[in-house]
């Protein structure tokens, strides 16, 4: 098994506590069916970031990325599968899967 990051990108976030309830429990669903293969099931992220240039460089901004999930799956496109129930999608985002591998 590999794992593999799940990166979200844009959408939006619940306006309401009524959505926000419907969300949760939709991301609750979700988690519940990975069952093992949620490594991490991740965080949202904030606007706020930092891009380090190879010289050293900061400035503020980055990519659009609005959160990520770790899953462990038998191949990226058994994860790409995993990653379509993903309630996130239902916001307006979408899902980069990336495979990881292990270095130590």
Known sequence: MTDYVLL?????????????KTVMEAWNT????LGSSLK??????????????NDGSI????????????LS??????????AKGCPVLQGGATITVYETFAVM
Do not use: C, R, V
Request: proline share 6%.
């Open 40 to 53: 991490d099931g991740g965080n949202p992220f904030t606007p706020a970031s930092k891009t380090i240039s």
């Open 73 to 82: 799956a038998d191949s990226l496109d058994a994860a790409a599968e995993m």
């Open 30 to 33: 979700w988690m519940g069916q």
């Open 8 to 20: 979200y990108s844009g959408g939006s976030m619940p306006e309401t506590e009524e959505e926000q």
């Open 59 to 70: 400035s503020d901004g980055g990519g659009s990325a609005s959160g990520y999930s770790i």
